[in-house]
């Protein structure tokens, strides 16, 4: 069964305005949104590989499921001590998990998935980490007095 290149552009811009609507998405998080919508909605109602159209307006359909992704910055620069940096738009924070939250309307699990990262993947800074480890030790968190 043929993709109906005119239902497939409706069902996109319907559902890219919805989320658009609900949450605030940056111009990558939308065009990621969109790639997939339409490799999804292609290959649901044909058995081959999906190619690109003039109609459609992407370019980046033939790309493999997994190559698609390009982080902003490599994994390995991602993780400095004072901050962790965005792979999904190369932003610096001192805690990621609210920022994929607001942005992207990801989880940690989602991001780390997404990206291939281990399952340890930090979302706190580390020298952040550190930080409210100790002020917490200085004023006894988590310590109670025995009977």
């Known amino acids: 069964m ?49 190619r690109p159209s003039s109609a459609v307006g992407i370019q980046q359909l033939t790309c493999p499921r997994g190559a698609r992704f390009i982080p902003a910055v490599a994994v390995e620069e991602s993780v400095q001590d004072e901050y962790l940096v965005c792979l999904e738009d190369g932003l610096r924070f001192r805690m990621l998990k609210r920022h994929l939250a607001e942005t992207y309307g990801m989880t940690p699990d989602e991001y780390r998935r997404k990206w291939g990262l281990d399952s340890d993947y930090p979302m706190t800074a580390p020298a952040y980490s550190r930080r409210r480890g100790e002020i917490a030790r200085s004023l006894k968190l988590g310590h109670y007095p025995r009977r």
Do not use: G
């Open 2 to 50: 043929k993709t109906d290149l005119q239902f497939l552009k409706s069902t996109v811009q319907c559902v890219v305005n919805q989320q658009l609507s609900q949450r605030n998405l940056s111009a990558l998080a939308v065009a990621d949104l969109t790639v997939d919508l339409v490799l999804s909605l292609m290959s649901a109602n044909t058995d081959e590989q999906p």
